[in-house]
């Protein structure tokens, strides 16, 4: 059974950054689409990042759009989001995601969550304003 373990969490002040990581126990293909997502107090787990073959083929939710990236690198099984400029409303428990298998190239662009088939535990990242 694929294990993905989150890292990096913590409390920082507003404008301060944070970097998450993402671990799998074992290989993860290159194509498959790997993301984060995070679940604020009182609201709905919501897309933040996804990256499917490379740098190069990243999209964002809007709000974080400017200020947050997501990489990886396959030889470590890892992929990461660097968080920069953040914001109190950046509170939340992020989980990293990846779908091990084909996926329509929306599903992944728009962080479709039931196409998601492995989870994180998830790490809390709390912004004091």
């Known amino acids: 059974q694929v294990r993905l373990v989150e890292s990096g969490g913590g409390s920082v002040q507003a404008g301060g950054s944070l970097r998450l990581s993402c671990t799998a126990s074992?290989?993860?293909?290159?194509?498959?689409?790997r993301g984060w997502f995070r679940q604020a107090p009182g609201k709905e787990r919501e897309g933040v990042a996804s990256?499917?073959?490379?740098?190069?083929?990243?999209d964002y939710a809007d709000s974080v759009k400017g200020r947050f990236t997501i990489s990886r690198d396959n030889s470590k099984n890892s992929w990461y989001l660097q968080m920069n400029s953040l914001k109190p409303e950046d509170t939340a428990i992020y989980y990293c995601?990846?779908?091990?298998?084909?996926?329509?190239?929306?599903?992944?662009?728009?962080?479709?969550?039931?196409?998601?088939?492995?989870w994180g535990q998830g790490t809390q990242v709390t912004v004091s304003s």
């Open positions: 074992e290989y993860i293909a290159s194509s498959y689409c």
């Open positions: 995601a990846v779908a091990r298998r084909y996926l329509p190239t929306s599903d992944c662009r728009n962080l479709v969550q039931s196409a998601f088939d492995t």
């Open positions: 990256i499917e073959r490379g740098i190069g083929d990243t």
